[in-house]
């Protein structure tokens, strides 16, 4: 299956999931699809950038690469896409950011009782998603498995947003501390999405797991490459201001390396403990991480983890092309600029 015709096939199966709205309702099901991309402000029919589609996308590639079918896995796939989009919604709201994908975020629009509830209505119909995995062939001992898997991972995605709030405006954080948060809010679902898709592609258990680990690994490059980008990012590129993360006084990891090794650790610190950074305090603050050399050292730190996920992936044996496929979106993932 074609890049394009997998973006093409993940987006059938997430509409497959959405009810027939009753006229009442329907607007509520237009504000998800706005979300998505399928529609405007005005909740027009339309079609904008539904972002990089890395998770599904990791699930079609593990189940080929095991030998499954990944038509099998394309319920499974939609549901892993409106999980995470789901969570993006709320995460606007817990952030109070305005932007996601460059298009204001649902609760700007309408509010931040009807963003909660439109991120609980698409939660629900990820699931409605998953449960479209009884219309395929496989047995039911698996889609129950894959279930389990499933709503362990949303409990872990959980835990890492609670100590991602927990964390705010604490200076003392140290890396293992923000390990624990990135493996738990990113890495788990991107960990799920190769695994879970080779659960479906029939892989044995060892095999399951190195595609796991190859996930883990993964999203924990994609992390610590996106605190990069969120400080040092090109704005025409990222569509983020410039050392946007800074501003928001983000405890990312380059943050929490010169927090740890810059003998300016204390102005940095005094500089966080403000209410707000203004641009003489991002200025400041960026001289410090450069002088620490905390922008090497995160990017140091992810090819680290990119070696862990190749290394993963070299443990699988199966379908070649997939394979290959896995490792190239892996590979475009370091360094990139967006």
Same mark, same amino acid.
């Given at each position: 299956?074609?890049?394009?015709?997998?973006?093409?096939?993940?987006?059938?199966?997430?509409?497959a999931a959405f009810p027939e709205a009753d006229e009442r309702v329907a607007r509520f099901y237009a504000m998800q699809e706005y979300h998505l991309g399928w529609r405007d402000e005005d909740l027009h029919p339309a079609s904008f950038d539904p972002g990089k589609l890395l998770r599904p996308r990791l699930c079609l590639l593990s189940c080929r690469a095991v030998g499954g079918d990944p038509r099998n896995a394309l319920p499974l796939a939609a549901a892993i896409q409106l999980l995470h989009d789901f969570s993006l919604v709320h995460d606007d709201i817990q952030d109070q950011s305005d932007t996601r994908r460059g298009r204001p975020t649902v609760w700007k629009l309408w509010g931040l009782a009807q963003g909660i509830n439109t991120g609980d209505g698409m939660f629900t119909i990820a699931h409605l998603a998953l449960h479209r995995l009884a219309l395929t062939s496989l047995p039911a001992a698996t889609i129950l498995d894959v279930l389990r898997r499933f709503d362990e991972t949303i409990l872990?995605?959980?835990?890492?947003?609670?100590?991602?709030?927990?964390?705010?405006?604490?200076?003392?954080?140290?890396?293992?501390? $923000?390990?624990a948060m990135i493996e738990r809010k990113t890495a788990a679902l991107i960990a799920a999405s190769a695994e879970l898709g080779a659960l479906v592609g029939g892989a044995d258990e060892e095999t399951t797991q190195a595609l796991f680990d190859f996930g883990r690994a993964l999203g924990l490059a994609f992390q610590i490459e996106d605190d990069v980008l969120g400080i040092w990012g090109d704005p025409a590129v990222t569509?983020?201001?410039?050392?946007?993360?800074?501003?928001?006084?983000?405890?990312?990891?380059?943050?929490?390396?010169?927090?740890?090794?810059?003998?300016?650790?204390?102005?940095?610190?005094?500089?966080?403990?403000?209410?707000?950074?203004?641009?003489?305090?991002?200025?400041?603050?960026?001289?410090?991480?450069?002088?620490?050399?905390?922008?090497?050292?995160?990017?140091?730190?992810?090819?680290? $983890?990119?070696?862990?996920?190749?290394?993963?992936?070299?443990?699988?044996?199966?379908?070649?092309?997939?394979?290959?496929?896995?490792?190239?979106?892996?590979?475009?993932?370091?360094?990139?600029?967006?």
């Amino acid at each position: 299956m074609k890049h394009a015709d997998e973006r093409t096939a993940i987006e059938a199966a997430m509409r497959a999931a959405f009810p027939e709205a009753d006229e009442r309702v329907a607007r509520f099901y237009a504000m998800q699809e706005y979300h998505l991309g399928w529609r405007d402000e005005d909740l027009h029919p339309a079609s904008f950038d539904p972002g990089k589609l890395l998770r599904p996308r990791l699930c079609l590639l593990s189940c080929r690469a095991v030998g499954g079918d990944p038509r099998n896995a394309l319920p499974l796939a939609a549901a892993i896409q409106l999980l995470h989009d789901f969570s993006l919604v709320h995460d606007d709201i817990q952030d109070q950011s305005d932007t996601r994908r460059g298009r204001p975020t649902v609760w700007k629009l309408w509010g931040l009782a009807q963003g909660i509830n439109t991120g609980d209505g698409m939660f629900t119909i990820a699931h409605l998603a998953l449960h479209r995995l009884a219309l395929t062939s496989l047995p039911a001992a698996t889609i129950l498995d894959v279930l389990r898997r499933f709503d362990e991972t949303i409990l872990t995605i959980c835990e890492g947003q609670f100590l991602d709030l927990s964390y705010e405006g604490n200076l003392q954080i140290d890396e293992g501390a $923000y390990l624990a948060m990135i493996e738990r809010k990113t890495a788990a679902l991107i960990a799920a999405s190769a695994e879970l898709g080779a659960l479906v592609g029939g892989a044995d258990e060892e095999t399951t797991q190195a595609l796991f680990d190859f996930g883990r690994a993964l999203g924990l490059a994609f992390q610590i490459e996106d605190d990069v980008l969120g400080i040092w990012g090109d704005p025409a590129v990222t569509g983020k201001p410039f050392a946007a993360d800074l501003y928001r006084r983000k405890l990312s990891l380059p943050v929490i390396h010169a927090l740890t090794t810059s003998p300016d650790k204390a102005f940095l610190m005094s500089l966080y403990a403000q209410p707000a950074l203004d641009s003489d305090s991002v200025r400041q603050a960026l001289a410090i991480l450069d002088a620490a050399g905390s922008r090497v050292y995160a990017e140091t730190t992810t090819a680290a $983890y990119h070696g862990e996920a190749f290394a993963a992936l070299d443990r699988v044996q199966g379908d070649a092309t997939a394979l290959e496929e896995l490792r190239a979106i892996a590979t475009n993932l370091l360094g990139r600029r967006a």
